[in-house]
């Protein structure tokens, strides 16, 4: 898959956290060629009548079908990140490894995310090809491949009103990465994106970087990130809860 085959998204709202997005963003990408998609409650088209959450929940799904909507008339892959996706010091290599590796049948794939479910069924590491793991799906939305041949029937999926009062764009993406006929891939070295330290809009709560590692060494170190972050953000705010600083 060469550069000229997908279009490079970046959905924000923020200008300061865009220039930081495009400032971390790897050299692999031009950054005078990303689009940026600013989707806010205030400018997003009108929920429709079936639409039960949030406006924040609505106006980050308009977001995603734009990027869709504008890649398929592109004739393009819709590569998509959020402005908090944070990259893998080795990203180049691992990028090109990757999509250079996906199956002639890829519908989705995921640079970063979480999985859920695993209890069901953990990654399968495709025959034949030990570049790339097929999980039962992906949750969160800040790094990933949507191939051309399946934006039309995603974006039906996401506008079809069978929405389940509490979920998000993520959220309804993983009934349909759970179907037979939608194939959905993994890096096998490990996740090259995460999410960003920072304030989640559709959650409105500050969070450390995140990774979501699958495997047990991975959660470890997952576990001392949260616990470093949470002794750190205490110390940096203590004046607000005792009004007195930490020595």
């Not at 399946?150 to 990465?177: G, K």
């Amino acid at each position: 898959m060469k550069p000229a085959d997908y279009q490079v998204f970046c959905i924000s709202h923020d200008d300061e956290r865009y220039q930081a997005f495009l400032e971390r963003l790897p050299e692999v990408f031009d950054r005078t060629k990303v689009t940026r998609i600013i989707v806010t409650p205030e400018t997003s088209p009108p929920p429709p009548e079936w639409w039960c959450g949030g406006a924040v929940q609505w106006a980050i799904v308009c977001a995603h079908l734009q990027c869709w909507k504008l890649a398929e008339a592109d004739g393009k892959h819709a590569l998509v990140f959020e402005h908090d996706a944070v990259f893998h010091p080795d990203f180049a290599a691992r990028f090109h490894d990757f999509i250079n590796h996906l199956p002639k049948d890829t519908d989705q794939a995921y640079l970063g995310g979480q999985l859920l479910f695993q209890e069901h069924r953990e990654p399968l590491r495709m025959k034949r090809n030990s570049h790339v793991l097929e999980p039962l799906n992906v949750h969160r939305t800040h790094a990933y491949l949507t191939l051309n041949r399946a934006l039309r029937r995603v974006m039906d999926f996401v506008e079809e009103p069978f929405w389940n009062c509490s979920q998000t764009i993520d959220h309804r993406l993983l009934y349909i990465q759970m179907r037979q006929d939608f194939h959905v891939y993994i890096p096998s070295t490990g996740w090259m994106c995460g999410q960003g330290e920072g304030v989640s809009a559709p959650e409105n709560t500050v969070w450390f970087e995140r990774w979501w590692p699958w495997t047990d060494a991975g959660k470890r170190e997952e576990a001392e990130r949260e616990r470093e972050f949470r002794e750190r953000w205490l110390r940096e705010n203590a004046e607000k809860f005792t009004g007195e600083t930490e020595a």
